[in-house]
């Protein structure tokens, strides 16, 4: 028997139920994407602690590992001189090894001893003033203050002691600070929110350090490289400096949340 497709105006759609949760598949890309970044075509016949992870602070090109004839292994951006794209300034980043990964493992352990220097990068990531709690007090009175006032122009109005127009004026004037105050409020609550977040992240922070550092006694090179991956997010490779961007484990399949120090 040979079957044929029904023209698509004699389908009939009918409702499935998903195969998988919508927040399911968002984790699989995001590990999908970590899963790319540090896959085997990226390998080379040499190991290299912080593969994948340093950054050219002119091109942001991820710079490449090199290993010499005598073993010592660098670290340069490819995207430069023929390779270089017009847009982009000519320079030369090229990292030793030697010198950047004892710098970049003692950072980590440095963060690993002393997490409350993740509350310190935190702070200093922070653009925002989160005032006084007493403020916060001083403005929901005002915010009654003001409902009064709207209860007396109200009853003024009603006694005819007031025209309308008098009465709409008055009360754009009372509904445009009312609105500035709960806009202070809410600014306030998603401050308060962030504090009980962060101190949420530190606390599990802390156990996972302590989990971390049982380990690594005598790490190997492989070991060390995992930790690093845990903790850093990556690493930008100035001509004078380098600035590493952290990244703190917060559940257990080690998701993460990004901070800086």
């Keep these: 028997m040979i079957h044929q497709e029904r023209p698509k105006e004699e389908w009939i759609p009918i409702q499935a139920p998903a195969l998988i949760s919508k927040d399911l598949w968002q984790k699989a890309q995001e590990r999908l994407k970590t899963n790319l970044k540090f896959s ?8 290299y602690l912080l593969r994948s992870l340093l950054v050219c ?3 942001a090109s991820t710079l490449i590992g090199r290993n010499a004839a005598n073993g010592t292994g660098t670290y340069y951006c490819v995207n430069n001189g023929k390779k ?10 090229v990292v030793s090894g030697k010198d950047i990964e004892p710098l970049v493992w003692q950072a980590v352990m440095q963060l690993l001893q002393n997490p409350i220097l993740l509350a310190d990068a935190w702070e200093n990531e922070s ?3 989160p005032g006084v709690p007493e403020e916060g007090d001083r403005l929901q009175s005002r915010l ?3 409902e009064r006032q709207w209860q007396r122009l109200l009853d003024l109005f009603q006694d005819e ?9 008055r009360k754009e004037r009372l509904d445009q600070e009312r609105q500035s105050i709960q806009t202070r409020l809410q600014q306030f609550d998603r401050l308060a929110q962030q504090e009980r977040a962060k101190q949420i992240m530190l606390d599990d922070f802390a156990a996972f350090c302590q989990q971390v550092k049982a380990n690594l006694e005598n790490p190997t090179p492989q070991l060390q490289q995992e930790v690093i991956r845990l903790l850093i997010d990556h690493i930008v490779v100035g001509e004078n400096e380098i ?5 703190v484990p917060t559940d257990d399949n080690c998701r993460l ?3 800086r120090t």
């Design 161 to 169: 002691k007031i025209e309308k127009a008098e009465l709409a004026k």
């Design 84 to 93: 270089r794209s017009p847009d982009v300034p000519a320079h030369t980043r």
């Design 243 to 247: 600035v590493i961007k952290h990244i």
């Design 257 to 259: 949340l990004p901070g």
């Design 40 to 47: 085997s075509r990226h390998n080379t016949a040499h190991f």
């Design 144 to 146: 009654k203050a003001l």
């Design 127 to 129: 653009q925002t003033n």
């Design 57 to 59: 602070d002119v091109c």
